[in-house]
């Protein structure tokens, strides 16, 4: 399943990487970012980010507005 894929890439990615973590007091946000990166990465190389990210837009339309290359809050 995905998300479990997801978690195992975001954890062995963060495994690997743990050199490069410059502060010890910062490990959440460093693997929140790592999580935010391999979603996103995920999304693109399935060819779902679009579609996924506009379907959630649509969804909310009475919240934020769409233009060419921005999304605002209303």
Do not use: M, P
């Not at 929140?32 to 649509?58: E, H």
Request: glycine share 2%; hydrophobic share 35%.
């Amino acid at each position: 399943n995905e998300a479990e894929d997801a978690t195992q890439e975001c954890f062995t990615k963060a495994y690997k990487n743990f050199s490069s973590l410059k502060d010890q007091n910062l490990v959440k946000q460093w693997l929140y970012q790592i999580a935010s990166n391999v979603c996103n990465d995920r999304f693109r190389s399935l060819g779902r980010y679009k579609k996924i990210i506009k379907n959630f837009f649509t969804q909310y339309n009475d919240i934020f507005i769409v233009t060419e290359g921005a999304l605002k809050l209303k």
